[in-house]
């Protein structure tokens, strides 16, 4: 997109295309490349987000598991562990 404003740019300066559209032109073509930008900029928020969000849920189902191990409980908390990624994990599809 960038080239293309580029590109644009030499075609005024050459004369092959009027200034009042060309500067036209390339106003609309910034904002879409700005808008992009952006939402670029948005998903990326969101992922580090979730990220940080499977990393807390992480640590915490791991120190939980090693609070009670070789306690009686044990096994059914990794099976509920298991549980617990299973839907976190289909809740991210």
């Known amino acids: 997109m960038r080239e293309d404003i580029a590109k644009l740019r030499q075609a005024i300066d050459m004369g092959l295309v009027k200034q009042d559209m ?3 032109r390339i106003a609309m073509l910034q904002k879409e490349l ?3 930008i952006k939402q670029i900029d948005d998903k990326k928020v969101l992922m580090d987000k979730q990220g940080l969000i499977l990393a807390g849920a992480d640590r915490a189902l791991r ?4 609070i009670f191990r070789d306690d009686p409980i044990e096994g059914p908390l990794q099976e509920a562990s298991m549980g617990v990624w299973t839907k976190i994990l289909q809740e991210e599809s």
């Open 63 to 66: 120190e939980m598991l090693s």
């Open 22 to 24: 060309g500067a036209a």
């Open 34 to 36: 700005r808008g992009a």
